[in-house]
């Protein structure tokens, strides 16, 4: 993904566009630093101890995306995770590895859409949610963060395996 092909900072605006322009930048900067790796690079780990890794955050994302869009902005269900549990930090996988890496990258993808299916759904931001009970603006909100949050590690992990950083 070049960077004429990413999603810029939202301009200023109405209250949807900047939030859902906040949710494609930092989409894109995740996929950005998972790009252009060798295939065992996406599970090098951070640093010891740490079992965090590129792959790691990809699939935590994923859930989030379960977790904050699909779930929480569908019709009321049970959540049913991506790849493990609320118990299972995704983020801090130790068992990532290389025959993970497409699957996981797909995976993501899909709930990426799926979340911006849910969301067209929601005329406003003020309606609650069947899912978890908050607001669309809420979920959007913590989505985000979660985005805004764990490409900070990327950056970090990206620099550490090949060099490169940046938004």
């Known amino acids: 993904m070049g960077a004429a092909d990413r999603a810029q900072q939202p301009p200023d605006g109405d209250e949807r566009g900047i939030l859902t322009g906040w949710l494609a930048f930092h989409r894109d900067a995740l996929a950005a630093k998972s790009e252009g ?3 065992d690079q996406p599970v090098e ?3 010891t101890p740490s079992a965090l890794s590129l792959l790691g955050l990809v699939r935590h994302l994923a859930e989030m995306e379960r977790a904050y869009g699909v ?3 569908g019709p009321r269900s049970e959540l049913e995770w991506v790849w493990g549990s609320d118990t299972d930090d995704a983020e801090d996988d130790i068992d990532c ?4 890496v497409a699957e996981s990258m797909r995976g993501w993808r899909s709930e990426m859409r799926r979340t911006d299916d849910a969301l067209s759904s929601h005329p406003t931001l003020d309606e609650v949610c069947d899912g978890n009970g908050f607001s669309v603006r809420w979920n959007l ?9 764990h490409n900070g590690h990327a950056d970090l992990i990206r620099e550490r395996i ?4 940046g938004e």
């Open 97 to 100: 590895d290389v025959t993970m």
């Open 141 to 149: 909100a913590k989505l985000i963060g979660e985005y805004a949050r």
């Open 45 to 47: 780990r951070a640093v």
């Open 37 to 39: 790796l060798t295939d």
């Open 162 to 165: 090949h060099g490169q950083t």
């Open 71 to 73: 779930w929480a902005l």
